[in-house]
């Protein structure tokens, strides 16, 4: 089972729930409350869910009378249940994506921006709450997919698991990333890119995704070695070099 029967804003809310549920997966918990109230799982699904609905997906109905343990008191279950009807959600203002089928764009590559708010990036690779994940060719820069890392972070190796979830990309941008996460970024195929300093409110580290992959957009025309590495193509600045080594051998 997948949560694309599902929209965003719900995803939001079951990995926010999931999460308050320390050891619950994610997919253990949309299995749970999809066995008991069907697909698509809706908001308006969500906001009926109860204390007792939950505790009854958690241990099974057999053993979900009033006084069973399933392992969380009832302030963890309360405030699982207000997630679930999207009380006190932050993020749930989720940029919208564009339109996008594979072989769109020729020529173009795929980014990965560490993000914890909105289009920016603003998120550490082993802490962001999601990677916005973009299709960007020399002419068109394209939001393609929101993945969330909540289901990540209940791997045993967290920061594999983040590699994996990016694992389709060409570039991830991020704030900051240790050196054996970046390890394990670059044995996925990734190549990782930490902002410049750049200050933003709260003195945190900051920039608009857009803004970045424009810079990157115009590298694309005339790439430098790494990019060229990335894309697969021969760099701009290495040209001259082949065109010399063609005319010795002639």
């Known amino acids: ?69 399933v392992g969380y008191d009832m302030e963890t279950l309360k405030r699982a249940v207000r997630l679930l009807w999207g009380e ?30 909105g289009e920016e990036i603003d998120g550490h690779f082993g802490s962001c709450e999601r990677f916005l994940i973009y299709q960007l060719s020399p002419t068109e820069t394209r939001l393609v997919a929101v993945r969330s890392t909540l289901e990540a972070d209940h791997a045993e190796d967290r920061n594999l698991a983040r590699a994996s979830l990016i694992g389709d990309c060409q570039v991830v941008y991020l704030q900051s990333i240790g050196g054996p996460a970046a390890a394990k970024v670059v044995r996925a195929g990734v190549h990782p890119v930490k902002l410049r300093e750049k200050v933003g409110a709260g003195g945190t580290v900051s920039a608009a995704a857009r803004e970045v992959l424009t810079q990157l957009q115009r590298a694309l025309l005339s790439p430098p070695p790494w990019l060229a590495k990335v894309m697969g193509v021969e760099a701009a600045s290495l040209a001259v070099y082949r065109e010399l080594a063609a005319a010795e051998e002639e």
């Open 1 to 69: 089972m997948t949560t694309s029967s599902m929209t965003r804003e719900a995803a939001l809310r079951l990995g926010l729930a999931a999460h308050a549920l320390t050891g619950l997966a994610v997919s253990a918990l949309v299995q749970g409350i999809a066995g008991r109230f069907g697909l698509p799982l809706t908001e308006d699904k969500l906001a009926c869910i109860t204390v007792t609905d939950l505790r009854a997906i958690i241990a099974g109905d057999e053993h979900a009378d009033q006084d069973c343990q």
């Open 88 to 117: 006190g959600v932050e993020g749930s203002d989720l940029p919208a994506l564009d339109a996008y089928a594979e072989g769109d764009m020729p020529g173009s590559i795929r980014v990965a921006c560490a993000s914890n708010s």
